[in-house]
């Protein structure tokens, strides 16, 4: 079995725990960021010292300017991002994110020769976003065999989705038992440069219940009021 | 019928056809040409030609750095760009890029409310990349619809590829039906800034292959060797 894998990391929360995971099942993991042109640029700070800190191989970032497209209060200084959790999708929703993601990470690992993608959706804690629900894992997965060089020499990559149907409880408590330091992660959708956490947005909620629920510490730093 | 389109353009023959064709069919079409670090610069020039002069609404251009990936003479300048037609899949395949493409187009036709993607990928007279087949098309057409907010509202966006059983001379001949200049188009994997053409690579050959079947002038210019 192939025990080369390409990672998405965002920065957050849950792509450190899939990198972990990844890592722990002897995986030699080479890790990808995108630099979308989101508002939170700590993210990609974030993201390369998830990878220092948790064994990544390689760390690569590619830059996609989604800004050229707009749409999404993540892409568009023109949109809010809401403090409130809502009813819905909500604007921070980047319209077809997650498809640009896996291509990307498509990519990467036909040039590696990797046979897994670790990605950190889940559809439990989540903000209802339709490229995070298990169907459309599903959906990337035939794509993905049929639309590569490797897929067609029968080298299919498999897409990991190893958090899809935690809590972020569970999720924490699964980090925490394989020694990640969520102090280093940013999941704000608004942080700090210095990666200080809003504490209002959709993020930043679903992440302090997930601490809460998990019956431990919130390591994250917010911003001073 | 939602008669707002996508159009994918890469400054070559076979999109400028698309965007002929959709034009024809009364879509209001909106290019989209992705800037991925290609060799041939000159694509991205003429893709901008080709929309103006096609009757695009409006033309963006995506920057995406798919150098930081490589493992493709288009986008890696160690490898270079052969010169003959080979078997089996060339060295100028560039791993997942229409799977990339397409997800752009699909953000962008979120955004804009487009129920319609135009992509000019052909599974006929073609240098065999696996994602030129109708079983890709068909595969992101499923993810397509999954993958998006519009599509769960059940506003799907229909992956249109009115080349894909045609050869090179059919094509030839209904864009010059529909009034297509191919002299503004560039085709050529390393075509000079200027947009003359090399004759020699993949590309080109299965151009000039198709004008000459098509029994009509090659407008293409060519760099003086």
Chains 1, 2 share one sequence.
Do not use: W
Not at 11 to 24: F, P, Q, R, Y
Not at 43 to 52: F, H, Y
């Amino acid at each position: 079995m192939n025990k080369k894998a390409v990672v998405l990391l965002s920065g957050g929360l849950d792509s450190a725990t899939v990198l972990a995971d990844l890592t722990a099942r002897g995986f030699e993991c080479h890790t990808l960021a995108v630099d979308y042109g989101q508002r939170h640029r700590s993210e990609l700070l974030a993201a390369e010292r998830v990878s220092q800190a948790l064994g990544g191989v390689s760390h690569r970032v590619v830059a996609v300017d989604l800004r050229a497209i707009g749409g999404s209060a993540l892409t568009d200084d023109a949109l809010d991002v809401p403090t409130e959790l809502s009813e819905g999708i909500p604007i921070t929703y980047v319209p077809a994110r997650n498809t640009l993601m896996l291509a990307l990470a498509l990519g990467h690992a036909e040039v590696l020769g990797a046979g897994c993608i670790g990605i950190g959706v889940n559809a439990v804690d989540y903000s209802g976003y339709p490229d995070c629900r298990p169907a459309f894992i599903e959906a990337f997965q035939v794509l993905a065999n049929l639309a590569t060089q490797a897929g067609v020499e029968g080298q299919h990559c498999r897409i990991d989705a190893p958090l899809m149907h935690m809590t972020k409880a569970k999720i924490i408590q699964h980090g925490l038992s394989l020694g990640v330091d969520y102090s280093i992660t940013v999941s704000c959708y608004q942080a700090t440069d210095a990666g200080e956490a809003c504490g209002v947005c959709d993020s930043c909620r679903l992440r302090q219940i997930g601490f809460e629920e998990a019956g431990v510490a919130d390591p994250t730093r917010y911003a001073q009021s």
